[in-house]
């Protein structure tokens, strides 16, 4: 045999021997499985947010307890008839509206189970100017009403963006709508000292309408809470028919106060008195001092109130809704679409059926 075909031959056997070797080391391949089409699952639809639909959530509700807020947010609140009061022919349409938000606690049913419930309000007033930079604090246990700027209790007007501009820059936006707002962060409560914390829950919105005479300033009479030692003093004294020393007597002699509290007590009658012609004069000249400008806007200026609209998540308020704001805005000029006045006459009607 020739050397090449010895060559070839060897070379073919050990090609042999090493795809021998290749197929041992090699795992047995798996036979591959067929795939199984997956079911097509439904598409989710997901409701399109309303441009307005935070605008009373973000609008914060001045007076509440800061343990009672969790509990206004826990039912699923309506207010579709404020979102619908900015759209077109609505009552608030094209106007400069400032926004402030309060809870009314009331007794009202809730699947078939009686609740006090906080009940949240929005108010809105129409003027080309905020209604007011002060906030009222005033309760039964505090000695005395307190009218402080707002800013001292974090509070302010700030402009309310719509869902579907706040990816633009606000000061290029020009809003119409202003919301009274918080800052005091809630995780800091815990540092404030107790009557700093009480403030809050006897804050009120705050308004002076200076064509409107107050009935304290009409009446000859002044309410008076005087911190005894025993227990507080609460008395009204008319200057045009009391006299204070008579006065002052007879609440000693109805052990209602001291005899060493007496001039104390006479000098807070006097205070109160003087507190209240100071008002009418304050009042008279505001007027005096008013640009026709002003005077035109506080004339023109409107309140209305909104409460949420029945819905199946939450309570029915149908029953406990009122038009009466607070002491200082007094009632609102419409809610609910209601004309106060038809209210009066409405709730006037009812007593006179009534069989009672």
């Not at 007496?262 to 012609?277: C, H, I, P, Y």
Request: with cysteine; proline share 6%; hydrophobic share 35%.
């Amino acid at each position: 045999m020739r050397k090449g075909t010895k060559r070839k031959a060897k070379q073919e056997q050990e090609a042999k021997q090493d795809a021998q070797k290749d197929n041992k080391t090699k795992a047995p391949s798996r036979a591959k499985r067929a795939k199984t089409a997956k079911p097509q699952s439904e598409p989710e639809y997901f409701e399109d947010k309303r441009n307005l639909e935070d605008l009373w959530k973000e609008t914060f509700p001045v007076g509440t307890e800061w343990d009672q807020l969790d509990s206004v947010y826990q039912f699923k609140w309506d207010f579709s008839n404020l979102e619908n009061a900015f759209e077109e022919d609505g009552l608030l349409y094209g106007k400069k509206v400032y926004l402030f938000g309060c809870t009314e606690p009331q007794l009202v049913m809730f699947k078939g189970e009686s609740k006090v419930v906080c009940i949240p309000v929005v108010v809105a007033v129409v003027s080309p100017f905020p209604p007011s930079d002060k906030i009222g604090i005033n309760s039964v246990q505090r000695e005395a009403e307190e009218i402080i700027p707002m800013k001292q209790m974090k509070m302010d007007w700030v402009p309310y963006i719509p869902l579907e501009d706040r990816d633009s820059q606000v000061d290029r936006l020009k809003s119409q709508i202003f919301i009274l707002s918080c800052t005091q962060r809630r995780s800091a409560l815990k540092h404030l000292k107790l009557d700093r914390l009480k403030k809050y829950e006897y804050c009120l919105p705050y308004f002076y309408q200076p064509f409107k005479e107050d009935e304290l300033e009409q009446s000859t009479e002044v309410q008076i809470i005087f911190p005894a030692e025993e227990k507080p003093v609460f008395c009204e004294f008319d200057w045009e028919l009391d006299d204070l020393e008579e006065f002052t007597d007879k609440l000693i002699e109805e052990e209602e106060l001291s005899k060493d509290e007496k001039d104390n007590f006479k000098v807070k009658v006097r205070e109160a008195k003087k507190a209240n012609r100071e008002a009418r004069e304050a009042r008279k000249k505001a007027i005096e001092e008013m640009s026709e400008e002003t005077k035109t806007a506080f004339e023109s200026m409107r309140f209305y109130k909104f409460y949420p609209v029945q819905s199946p998540d939450a309570p029915d308020v149908s029953n406990v809704k009122s038009p009466f704001i607070n002491r200082y805005y007094g009632k609102a000029h419409e809610f609910e679409g209601t004309d106060f006045h038809t209210w009066d006459s409405v709730m006037l009607m009812s007593l006179v059926r009534s069989p009672c």
